[in-house]
Structures are given as C-alpha cells and as structure tokens.
C-alpha cells in the first residue's frame, strides 16, 4: 500500500497557553508540526478533494492555538479531532507542540506535546 503525507511544519504562533497566570497573561512562543497520512488510491489526480488540502489543515492548527488552554495535550486533541472530522480518510495524524524557550529552572530550549493516532 503507498502513502501520501501530508503536513505543514514549523507553523509558529504566539498563544496563551499554560497553567499559570503569568502564561496566560504574557504568552509565549509555540511551534507546531502536523502531519495525515492517506492510502494513495483514495488520491485522483488533479483533484483538491481527494487529498488532504494544507491550507485548511493551517486553519484548523492556527484556529485551535487562538484558543487559551491550560494544557497543550487539550489543544493537540481538538487539533486532532477537528482533522479527523474533515478528512475522515487519513489513515494516521502526527502533531507535535513546542513551547519555545520555556522557563523550567534549568537550561531548557523547547518543552513539547506530541500526539498520534
């Protein structure tokens, strides 16, 4: 069986997202990878339709991170969930969420949440 993939990379956002009140107040910097795979034969050429369009894949990130969590597990879910909803073909979804420069007490560069299915 052969596999498209599909994905946007390095999408970076400045969002609300965290527990604390000063996250939530200040903000931080997030990078976002997400990736679908769909079985090849689904693909008819030429045809937006049959594949996985990365421009509304985007929205649907970009959408979700505008949203303020305490959790980035809770924005990976709704990502997740909002792709499988409109491409009920994907085989598999990768996303993985870094929060840049987090302060942890320590060198640190990135935290992250990564989530597949």
């Not at 045809?47 to 369009?53: D, E, M, P, Q, V």
Request: with cysteine; proline share 1%.
């Amino acid at each position: 069986m052969s596999v498209f993939t599909i994905g946007v990379t390095n999408a970076e956002f400045y969002a609300f997202h965290g527990v604390y009140e000063e996250e939530n107040l200040m903000g931080h910097h997030f990078v976002v990878n997400f990736s679908i795979d769909f079985e090849r034969d689904r693909f008819e050429y030429e045809n937006l339709g049959s594949t996985i369009n990365y421009e509304t894949m985007y929205q649907i990130i970009k959408a979700e991170m505008d949203k303020p969590r305490k959790l980035l597990e809770s924005v990976a879910s709704d990502i997740l969930q909002k792709a499988r909803e409109n491409w009920q073909h994907a085989l598999h979804c990768r996303i993985k969420i870094e929060k840049i420069g987090v302060q942890l007490g320590g060198k640190v560069q990135n935290s992250f949440v990564s989530l597949s299915d």
